[in-house]
Every structure is written in C-alpha cells, then in structure tokens.
C-alpha cells in the first residue's frame, strides 16, 4: 500500500482456513460480477456505484470504490480522479476510508463511506471470520499540543512532567528513529491522549467504524512511521473489531 507502511494489518490479520479460500472463486462470481447501486444519498452520490478492484482471492488485498453511476474501472484507470471515495481491505481487516470528491467530504465520512464499509464487511464475514478495522487518527498531533499547552486537566491531571514533555515533542511531528527515547516515555501518556481524541468525537474514521458496529480494542503505538503520518497522528493508530453488522441494506447482494 502507499498509503502509509500499516504493518499492523498483516500482524493483526484472522488467516481463512482452507475450506473458506475454496469459496472465495464461486463467491466472487456471484457477487461482485456486478456493481451495487446506493439510495437515498444527495446529489452525486444519488446514482453512485459501488466497484471491487483487486482481491481475487482473500488473501490479496482490495479496494472498493465509489464511482459515479456512468463511470466504470475502466474509466478509473484513464482518470482516477473521477473516484468519489474508496475503502481497502486486507483479508479480515478493513482500512483507509477517504473521500476524494472535494464537494462530497461535506457528507462526511461516516455518510459516504458507509455503503463501502458494508460492502467489504459483507465480503468478509461471508467467509466466516469476524471483520477488523486499523484506524486513522489524523489531527491527533494538533489535539494534544492544544490540550499540553493550554492545560487541560482531563489530560495533563493524569500525566506526570516528563510523560508531558515527551507528548508536547511528539505531537511536533519529530521523526521517531532519531528519538526512540522520547517515544518511550511518551507511550502511554499518548495513548491516554488517542483514547481522548476518539471519546471526544474527533477521529472521523473511528466514528465510521464504531457507527458500523465496530468497537475499538487498542491504541497501537508506532503502527505507521511514515514521516506524513508521524506529523500528524504521531504514529498511533485505532483497533477496532467489529461485533455486528448495523445495517443489513447493503449485505443482501
């Protein structure tokens, strides 16, 4: 993937026994041999189609994306700038919601992804493991400097100096190899850091997930160093496992 490193996919992956893999050919015919259409969505997204790219068995990874409803892959792959938003997944494991659409991030992720979430997460329980998510949590690094610098005690209240410190110099985007001992001590105050970013309703992908019947497991530490990606979430990402499917609207190919 070039969307970051996500070496926590691989770690965290349910592997399909045998039996599952050998369904996976027929499942594919039957069921993303065609495009599933959205309702009840506004403007673009009125006749929008959902297309599988990728993933010819479980073991590869896929992407689903949104197109407008004259729009095929092929059409994609002259100009992937006619994409309104996309998911990917990874055997059991779900990651990298974006909306591309600039008129469609309006919506949300949570209303223009959802059909997308659905769709793969009915791909994934149809070979009988149960679906993950590996979260985002862009705009951690700015929530903490505000929360260290202008003291709020639902997080400085709980966090020594030195755990402090070394969060003030994480959240400015410091690589992580030249400075291994500041992202030890920082750990944990960190991850109390994360944990209150998604409470408070701030991390937009977590919320596409949770609002899927996800609930979220783990704060990972360092799952994805990638110099973007450490300016702006410090390396931390969201585990969530999903634990029903809210709605059946978009199971029933």
């Known amino acids: 993937w070039k969307n970051g490193n996500y070496r926590l996919v691989i770690a965290m992956i349910s592997i399909a026994s045998r039996s599952q893999r050998r369904l996976i050919s027929h499942y594919n015919r039957q069921i993303f041999s065609s495009c599933k259409r959205l309702s009840s969505s506004?403007?673009?997204?009125?006749?929008?189609?959902?297309?599988?790219?990728?993933?010819?068995?479980?073991?590869?990874?896929?992407?689903?994306?949104?197109?407008?409803?004259?729009?095929?892959?092929?059409?994609?792959?002259?100009?992937?700038?006619?994409?309104?938003?996309?998911?990917?997944?990874?055997?059991?494991?779900?990651?990298?919601?974006?909306?591309?659409?600039?008129?469609?991030?309006?919506?949300?992720?949570?209303?223009?992804?959802s059909p997308l979430l659905q769709t793969a997460m009915a791909y994934t329980e149809a070979q009988g493991v149960q679906a993950r998510a590996i979260s985002t949590l862009n705009g951690l690094c700015e929530f903490a400097?505000?929360?260290?610098?202008?003291?709020?005690?639902?997080?400085?209240?709980?966090?020594d100096d030195q755990s402090l410190d070394a969060c003030l110099a994480i959240a400015s985007g410091i690589p992580q190899a030249d400075n291994?001992?500041?992202?030890?001590?920082?750990?944990?105050?960190?991850?109390?850091?994360?944990?209150?970013?998604?409470e408070r309703g701030l991390a937009e992908e977590v919320?596409?997930?949770?609002?899927?019947?996800?609930?979220?497991?783990?704060?990972?530490?360092?799952?994805?160093?990638?110099?973007?990606?450490?300016?702006?979430?410090?390396?931390?990402?969201?585990?969530?496992?999903f634990t029903h499917t809210k709605d059946s609207r978009f199971t029933n190919f």
Do not use: Q
């Not at 992202?183 to 105050?189: E, M």
């Open 42 to 113: 506004p403007s673009i997204l009125d006749d929008a189609v959902i297309h599988r790219m990728g993933g010819e068995s479980f073991s590869e990874s896929c992407e689903y994306l949104l197109l407008p409803a004259d729009m095929t892959l092929h059409h994609l792959k002259e100009d992937p700038k006619i994409a309104i938003a996309s998911i990917r997944s990874y055997r059991n494991m779900v990651f990298g919601a974006k909306i591309f659409d600039e008129d469609v991030k309006k919506h949300g992720l949570v209303k223009t992804c």
């Open 145 to 159: 400097r505000i929360c260290i610098e202008e003291n709020d005690a639902a997080i400085t209240s709980r966090l």
């Open 180 to 198: 291994k001992e500041i992202f030890r001590a920082g750990r944990d105050g960190w991850k109390l850091l994360a944990k209150e970013f998604i």
């Open 207 to 241: 919320d596409l997930y949770k609002s899927n019947g996800a609930e979220v497991v783990s704060i990972e530490h360092l799952a994805d160093t990638s110099e973007k990606y450490m300016k702006t979430a410090g390396g931390a990402m969201c585990l969530l496992f």
